[in-house]
């Protein structure tokens, strides 16, 4: 017992100075020290903790350096509400797997910045962590604007980017349909989203006649109101009305009018959340009393914004985030009490997805911070399981090609409840 | 030097490039215009929009696209310059508006709101970008210099005193409107270079009144005055990336320092901060004179 | 000597229904001053205001250098010769001196915009005639060693004169200062109306008009004097007509009390 | 239809005639564009959401708009005392005052998105829609209320510049600075009206943009442009020209974007403005606003 209790005395003392990088020889001799102090009985024990320690830290000592990676978010701007969620679900993850032994024994470190929803902001902080902190990948924004400015820079300094850039064009060229080397997208693309809630309109509203109602001004807005039109159209569906605003404009009274003489059976809204409100408001305004469709925007506290009554409202969600037998409960939970807030926050997820993509293409990788390695790793990305379920990444377009979305509504006492799981 | 501090270089230029052209509309002539981004939008969408549709070289787009922000400033210029610069002021802000709207509309061929991206590198933007700021530099001094500096700077004091010295004040204006928002378009061309992508984001009225600012931080009267300022406030938010106050990082109060500072300036010290006063040879060898003399004093009274 | 340079014709101006001036009749002839006293309020500055274009006459007509030049601009007319002064010192601030006197010159420099901003050789020779014209023109007046000064550095007396000189360097046919000695003490003043007849002296054919509302001063500077009162003229004639006009008497006495 | 479009038009040219007034009242006297109207409108909003929320039960909402008005006059003393009234003592170019107020714009946009932007704001639910029927017309409550409120302020305020002694002063102010100072009016006194008076129309139309459209720091500013355009087109300093120009405005804007669309509308806007400035440049109602000689 006395030799054990000397045994873990040693190795607390030993463990703290192997972790401070000292020179194996030094740390050895540290511990033959300690252990004269402690005892001549002691003395034979030590010794031989000594060379295995000799052994393990020079293990160490060759990959002691932690691996480097960058997150670029909107911690400020007008994006700052999804964006600080998003840098606390990747920053979360990296915490998680370094306290699981980091990467095949190698340590993870995240440097966040902001880029501001800004496109100048972005490409600064992209250089700032390529060329000054020498990352090996980046996660990326939860907004497209600022990534777009990197598609080519990502392939010319061969850093992959991992993130959720939702526009199609951040991830493939639009004029080529190729995909850019170095992006990858870890959840849903906008068009793919919207084809979820056009499908489940459809199929199984079965509705037929549809008007957009959305914000040419905002990237998000469009990349999920052209498809869905186009998905609409595709599948023999109509569509009656597309009507736009910007960002300078706050009454859509006009807008919403024409719509109720169109007379759609659904209206699909497409812009944040304030916005999405707003629009909801003047359609009920104007006597639309029909379904009412929306982006992922509309989640919590979107009830809180509206004046009207809320129903007939659905809406996309990437996770099923209060359910407790949901894989993704504790994270967003810890989120939750984390930060303080009322509302699970999806991007808190996003954030976390992006690192487990990363991770996994790293945990193959003979060399962890090979640019071009990685990104072959990562086109390969095949079942990673992720909070909730795993993504399998299409080589062809860099974006999930098994992840679906969930259609939720909101209850009576206005809480979110899932409906439905749309397959891709 | 690493291709960050290459980058910021380039913003730095045309950011003293924009406040620069500024200068001369504001801090010579009195125009005050928060629609200078507008015309930024201008030559980047044009020249790149056109090269990709037309399929010719960018450089001879951007000549067009110049061009075309000359014609733009000078049909606002023609009926607005005649009236007080209120109306000016308000018009332009309108102007961005609508640049920024016709670039949603013409989603076809700008992308909308997605972004044009898709710009071709170009190797040697640290060199142009510098060699045209030093020209920008060079032309705008030259102007202030010139009959049409000392009559711009006269009619920024009074318009009705510098008409009765016979100055044509209305055709003078438009001339330094359209100069300056051609040097605009030019730094929107250099901008969408730097960040292979536009957005119209990038180029909202928020862009126009950052150029007011640092323009008047340093002194409307002093062309050094603006430069330093311009590079310096524009530089300020990279340093303070990693400093944090009240548990947010500096760089969100970046804004709200400069509006402080900008209130102060103007309370206290409304000629900017450089004054009248601008940094040449002359200045530094005075400068370097009175450190001598000071010096040499020391020296005698330990004597 | 006896051409009119300037002449007006039952020249009217009214402000909001209130008659600011009402059939003003004046002539000037090349080589004289003439003076407008009056008191506050008596429609002086309006009347500068409408030869000089700034305000459109309601009625009448301004005849200048032989032309009719109620259709013409402000600038027009500046350009034909006819240079004044404002009440409140207008030098330009963020000009000095010497470059004060230049804007004068500078809207017939012959460069053009291209040439100033690459500084061609061509803009450097006009610029030098520029310069050398100013500088011979505060020479004239003994203010060249101020020339480097920003105005501001200088006395008000000496404020008012390089306004003058500013006036003068474009040759014109016409001056007309507006209340030359306001805010000057005495000595200055004094100093400033020896200023003027000196300009009288060197300047030949220049035709000079005064306004000012102390009668005292222009008594010996001017050869004929118009008196204004609430937009009338209540006389006219030589320094000592004047002082025994009982209109005019009557006119200032009761401005007075 | 077009009846509808109409009543949409006139409530929202209501709000535009708001801000208008606030800026034409301001730019009547001192002459100056006054920017940090906007920004007085969004802290206002916040402000009266705040103090919506502060009770349980919230308080009644003449309370909040009365409230929120007595501390938009805070604000627009405080940013006349902090910013202009400097300016004025130098007898600074105007210039500066533009700028001046350009800068507490964005001063007070950034604190707000700084302090309060990473969370959204929905005014209580005392607010829930109501809509009633006319035939087949639909009529927003709070629509009415808006424009019933917008009504009697903008008639108190021309009534006040008309017919009473104050008002009186202030057109003597507006009219000429220097003589009425011979005449014994006290134009320090009159700009601290001036002020109060645009606080208290910020106060009144942040409450209303924050209920009609939301709280969040952005909302006045957005809204400003639209209330800069009605004062150029009533014509800068006029205000029946504002209120009138506001009205023109809301209903064209209803029009455009109905037949023709959102986009499109902000630029034939801006194309009617420069046509209106090259054609008749003193506004409808007016006088062109020259600087003084």
Redesign the interface.
């Known amino acids: 017992m006395k030799k054990l209790l000397l045994v873990l005395l040693v190795l607390i003392v030993v463990l703290p100075l192997a972790a401070c990088q000292g020179e194996p020889a030094e740390v050895a001799e540290e511990v033959e020290e300690v252990a004269e102090e402690v005892g001549e009985e002691a003395e034979e024990v030590a010794e031989e903790v000594a060379e295995e320690v000799e052994e393990v830290v020079e293990e160490e000592v060759e990959d002691l350096e932690p691996i480097v990676i960058g997150s670029i978010q909107d911690l400020s701007g007008p994006a700052s509400i999804p964006g600080q969620a998003n840098a606390w679900g990747a920053e979360y993850a990296v915490q998680v797997i370094n306290e699981n032994g980091g990467i095949n024994g190698r340590m993870l470190e995240i440097i966040t910045l902001d880029c501001k929803n800004d496109l100048n902001e972005g490409i600064n902080a992209y250089r700032k962590l390529v060329d000054e902190h020498e990352v090996t990948a980046i996660i990326g924004p939860p907004l497209s604007n600022p990534a777009s400015g990197w598609v080519e820079l990502s392939e010319e300094d061969q850093v992959p980017i991992v993130g959720h850039f939702m526009d199609e064009v951040c991830t493939t060229d639009p004029d080529t349909g190729e995909a850019y080397p170095y992006m990858f997208l870890a959840e849903p693309s906008c068009s793919s989203q919207s084809f979820a809630i056009a499908k489940f309109a459809m199929e199984e509203l079965g509705l037929t006649k549809f008007a957009t109602l959305y914000n040419t001004g905002n990237a998000f807005a469009v990349a999920h109101a052209k498809p869905f039109m186009e998905y609409v159209v595709d599948n023999g569906g109509e569509v009656v009305g597309e009507e736009t605003f910007t960002w300078a404009d706050t009454d859509y009274s006009a807008q919403a009018l024409k719509i109720v003489q169109a007379a759609p059976e659904a209206v699909f809204l497409s812009d944040y959340v304030n916005q999405a409100a707003l629009a909801y408001d003047f359609l009920r305004d104007a006597g639309y009393e029909g379904v009412i469709l929306g982006a992922n925007t509309l989640a919590l506290p979107f009830p809180d914004l509206v004046k009207n009554e809320v129903y007939d409202l659905y809406y996309l969600q990437n996770y099923d985030m209060l359910n407790p037998e949901a894989g993704g409960y504790e994270l967003f939970t810890t989120h939750m009490e984390d930060v303080g807030t009322d509302y699970p926050k999806s991007n808190a997820g996003f954030g976390w997805d992006a690192v487990q993509v990363l991770v996994a293409a790293m945990r193959k990788a003979e060399d962890p911070t090979n640019g071009p390695e990685l990104r072959d790793l990562l086109e390969q990305t095949d079942g990673v399981e992720l909070a909730e379920r795993t993504i399998t990444i299409d080589p062809a377009t860099h974006r999930p090609s098994n992840m679906g979305m969930y259609i939720a509504d909101y209850d009576e006492n206005m809480q979110i409840r899932i409906l439905t799981y749309i397959e891709p | 030097m690493?291709?960050?501090?290459t980058?910021?270089i380039v913003?730095i230029s045309i950011t003293i490039m924009t406040v620069v052209a500024v200068f001369a509309m504001?801090g010579l002539a009195?125009m005050?215009s928060?629609g200078q981004a507008a015309y930024m939008a201008v030559g980047a969408y044009v020249t790149f929009v056109l090269s990709r549709f037309l399929d010719i070289p960018y450089p001879i787009t951007g000549i067009i696209s110049i061009l075309i922000s000359i014609l733009l400033s000078w049909i606002?210029a023609?009926?607005?310059l005649?009236?007080?610069?209120?109306?000016f002021?308000?018009?332009t802000?309108?102007?961005s508006?609508?640049i920024?709207?016709?670039v949603?509309?013409f989603?076809d061929f700008t992308?909308?709101?997605?972004?044009f991206?898709?710009i071709p590198?170009m190797d040697n933007l640290l060199l142009v970008s510098l060699v045209g700021l030093a020209l920008i530099i060079?032309?705008i001094r030259?102007?202030k210099y010139?009959?049409?500096?000392?009559?711009c700077?006269?009619l920024?004091?009074?318009?009705?005193?510098?008409?009765?010295?016979?100055?044509?004040?209305y055709h003078l204006k438009i001339?330094i409107y359209v100069?300056a928002s051609a040097i605009a378009s030019f730094a929107g061309i250099l901008?969408a270079l730097?960040?292979?992508?536009i957005?119209?984001?990038?180029f909202g009225w928020?862009q126009s009144?950052e150029m007011?600012?640092f323009l008047?931080f340093g002194g409307?009267?002093s062309l050094t005055g603006a430069i330093l300022s311009a590079g310096g406030l524009k530089l300020l938010p990279?340093f303070v990336?990693d400093v944090t106050l009240f548990g947010?990082?500096m760089?969100?109060?970046r804004?709200?320092i400069?509006?402080?500072l900008?209130?102060i300036v103007?309370?206290?010290r409304?000629q900017g901060i450089l004054g009248?006063k601008e940094i040449n040879f002359k200045w530094l060898k005075n400068l370097y004179r009175r450190f001598k003399q000071s010096i040499l004093k020391k020296n005698e009274s330990y004597d | 000597m006896t051409e009119q340079i300037l002449k007006t014709h039952n020249l009217s101006k009214a402000f909001g229904g209130v008659c600011a001036v009402k059939d003003f009749n004046m002539e000037i002839n090349a080589g004289r001053i003439r003076g407008i006293i009056g008191p506050n309020g008596a429609g002086k500055t309006t009347i500068f205001n409408l030869l000089s274009r700034i305000y459109k006459e309601d009625e009448g007509t301004i005849e200048f250098a032989g032309q009719d030049v109620t259709s013409k601009s402000q600038i027009e007319v500046a350009r034909m010769g006819l240079s004044r002064t404002f009440q409140n010192t207008r030098l330009f601030v963020g000009l000095n001196v010497l470059d004060n006197v230049k804007v004068a010159l500078d809207h017939d420099g012959k460069y053009s915009l291209f040439s100033a901003l690459f500084k061609l050789p061509f803009r450097n020779k006009q610029e030098r005639m520029i310069k050398e014209k100013a500088m011979s023109c505060l020479e004239l007046l003994n203010l060249d060693e101020f020339a480097k000064l920003s105005p501001s550095n200088l006395s008000y007396g000496y404020q008012r004169r390089v306004e003058i000189a500013r006036a003068l360097a474009n040759d014109p046919k016409v001056l007309m200062l507006d209340e030359p000695a306001a805010g000057l003490n005495p000595e200055e003043t004094s100093m400033l109306m020896d200023f003027i007849k000196d300009i009288q002296a060197k300047y030949p054919n220049l035709a000079i008009l005064v306004i000012e509302h102390r009668m005292e001063l222009i008594m010996n500077l001017c050869d004929h004097i118009y008196v204004q009162d609430s937009g009338l003229t209540i006389a006219e004639g030589t320094p000592a007509e004047i002082q025994s006009n009982p209109k005019v008497l009557a006119a200032y006495l009761g401005e007075e009390e | 239809m077009a009846l509808q479009l109409t009543i949409n038009g006139i409530s929202i040219g209501a709000i535009y005639a708001l801000i208008a007034v606030g800026f034409a009242v301001v730019f009547n006297i001192m002459r100056f564009s006054n920017f940090a109207h906007g920004g007085m409108i969004s802290a206002c909003a916040f402000i009266s959401f705040f103090f919506q929320r502060a009770f349980d039960p919230p308080p009644p909402f003449f309370v909040t708009v009365l409230f929120s008005a007595v501390c938009g006059m805070g604000i627009a003393l405080l940013i006349d005392t902090l910013g202009y009234r400097r300016i004025r003592l130098k007898n600074s170019p105007k210039i500066y005052y533009f700028l001046m107020s350009l800068t507490f714009a964005i001063l007070i946009e950034q604190i707000l998105t700084v302090f309060f932007g990473t969370d959204i704001y929905g005014f209580p639910s005392v607010f829930k829609s109501q809509t009633f029927e006319i035939g087949s017309m639909i009529f927003k409550t709070m629509n009415i209320v808006i424009l019933a409120v917008s009504v009697v302020i903008l008639v108190a305020l021309v009534w006040m510049i008309n017919k009473t002694k104050i008002g009186l002063a202030i057109r003597a102010v507006a009219i000429n600075a220097d003589t009425s100072r011979l005449m014994g009016i006290n134009s320090s006194v009159i700009v601290t009206v001036i002020f109060i008076i645009a606080g208290v129309l910020a106060g009144v139309s942040g409450v209303f943009l924050g209920v009609q459209y939301g709280v969040f720091p952005s909302v006045g500013p957005s809204m400003m442009l639209k209330g800069f355009i009605a004062s150029i087109i009533g014509g800068l300093g006029s205000l029946s020209g504002a209120i009138f120009a506001a009205l023109a405005l809301g209903l064209i804007e209803m029009f455009l974007t109905f037949f023709i669309g959102a986009t499109e509308a902000t630029v034939i806007l801006f194309g009617i403005m420069l046509a209106f400035l090259f054609i008749r440049p003193q506004g409808i109602m007016g006088i062109i606003v020259e600087d003084k000689a």
């Open positions: 690493s291709a960050y501090q980058g910021l913003q504001t009195g005050f928060l606002i023609v009926p607005t005649k009236l007080r610069r209120d109306y002021a308000l018009i802000v309108g102007f508006q609508m920024l709207a016709l949603l509309l989603e992308r909308g709101s997605i972004g991206s898709k590198r060079f032309w030259n102007l010139s009959r049409f500096g000392r009559m700077i006269a920024k004091n009074d318009e009705i005193a510098a008409r009765s010295f016979g100055i044509d004040v001339k100069l901008m730097r960040n292979r992508v957005t119209p984001d990038s928020a009144a007011q600012i008047f409307t009267n990279e990336r947010v990082s760089q969100e109060y804004t709200i400069y509006a402080i900008i209130i103007i309370n206290f409304p009248e």
